[in-house]
């Protein structure tokens, strides 16, 4: 059974990049035909999905962070990555790592318990 | 975008009641709907998929049904464990977007 596990800095400066990993367990990243994304929910508030990578390497980014936004992989570590340049305060929130069902079913079924980021100087 | 919106934005209910919670998409979504359930300090899990399949493990007292752009998540009879906010997401079209919750709380 796949799980996922989020990490990296609590606290990152304005204009500075946060960067997070997603550790994969249970399963290796590169197997079926899945997505492996992240989401984020600032305190108090709704989800909002950042963006997406494909076992393929293929991306697709939510067009509001598109310029700010890389995902990308570590398939010998089976991890997989977020860059999220310039922040403000405006990105402080949880971050979750998730994956979908797969085979283009594009619900998704397993996350990761999250981590608090925080944008401050 | 596609906008989600779900209603209402919180429902009070005691336990063994049953308990609706719709959520309306801006454009057709050819049933590519999910419904997730969030406890206090949790993730989000995965109830309903594609609209009104259940997701392993979830009990069959959460169903889902759609009717065009409407999509509506029932609980028959509501267990303690069960009040918890509740999102609707769409992923049909990209950016795939959520709806802002539900509340379910105890009445």
């Known amino acids: 059974q796949v799980q996922l596990q989020e990490s990296g800095p609590g606290l990152v400066k304005p204009s500075q990049t946060l960067s997070l990993t997603c550790t994969v367990s249970?399963?290796?990243?590169?197997?079926?035909?899945?997505?492996w994304s992240w989401i984020r929910q600032p305190a108090g508030k709704g989800l909002e999905y950042i963006g997406r990578?494909?076992?393929?390497?293929?991306?697709d980014y939510n067009p509001s962070l598109k310029s700010r936004v890389t995902i990308s992989m570590d398939t010998s570590k089976n991890l997989f990555f977020l860059n999220l340049t310039s922040v403000s305060a405006a990105d402080t929130a949880v971050y979750y790592c998730?994956?979908?069902?797969?085979?283009?079913?594009?619900?998704?079924?397993?996350w990761g318990q999250g981590t608090m980021v925080t944008v401050s100087s | 975008e596609m906008v989600m919106t779900q209603s209402p934005a919180t429902l009070s209910a005691s336990p063994g009641e049953r308990a609706t919670l719709s959520c309306r998409a801006s454009?057709?979504?050819?049933?590519?709907l999910a419904w997730y359930q969030q406890r206090p300090g949790q993730a989000p899990r995965l109830l309903i998929y594609?609209?009104?399949v259940r997701a392993t493990g979830v009990p069959a007292r959460f169903s889902g049904s759609e009717s065009g752009t409407e999509f509506t998540l029932t609980i028959s009879s509501l267990q303690s464990e069960d009040f918890a906010v509740y999102y609707c997401?769409?992923?049909?079209?990209?950016?795939?977007?959520f709806g802002q919750g539900t509340k379910l709380e105890i009445k």
């Open positions: 249970g399963d290796s990243i590169i197997n079926g035909y899945y997505y």
């Open positions: 990578l494909y076992t393929s390497g293929n991306t």
């Open positions: 998730a994956r979908d069902y797969g085979d283009y079913e594009f619900a998704l079924k397993t």
């Open positions: 997401q769409q992923y049909n079209n990209w950016p795939f977007t």
């Open positions: 454009q057709s979504l050819s049933s590519n």
């Open positions: 594609f609209a009104s």
